[in-house]
């Protein structure tokens, strides 16, 4: 069965921290490279970070620097500490193999509003 369960989103003042979480079922989880997307109103949904079954990570430009993203393999869970947060930052995260399944499948994802 096919899970991806985003949580961990909310409403955060500028300068503020979030951490999402994303479990995953594992036969998406396992030994695929994943990532955190992003979706704001109006625009097309972005990869934000992604991160090998090893754990090498690449980051978009726009989060470098306040953005970890991390997983536990033991768990099928992937991670997104986000620092220094920024009304820009503002959309629904999602997670995903990366490259997305092929499939189209998506969970329900997690709204993140950043915002004083």
């Known amino acids: 069965q096919l899970q991806l369960v985003e949580s961990g989103g909310g409403l955060v003042q500028p300068g503020g921290s979030l951490r999402l979480s994303c479990a995953a079922s594992?036969?998406?989880?396992?030994?695929?490279?994943m990532g955190w997307y992003r979706q704001a109103p109006g625009k097309q949904r972005e990869l934000v970070a992604g991160i090998t079954k090893n754990s090498n990570t690449n980051y978009a430009d726009s989060v470098k620097g306040r953005f970890t993203i991390s997983r536990d393999n033991a768990k099928n869970t992937v991670y997104l500490q986000m620092n220094d947060l920024k009304p820009e930052d503002t959309a629904v995260y999602y997670c995903n193999t990366h490259p997305s399944l092929s499939s189209g499948f998506w969970g329900q994802g997690t709204q993140v509003t950043v915002s004083s």
């Open positions: 594992r036969i998406i989880f396992s030994l695929r490279d």
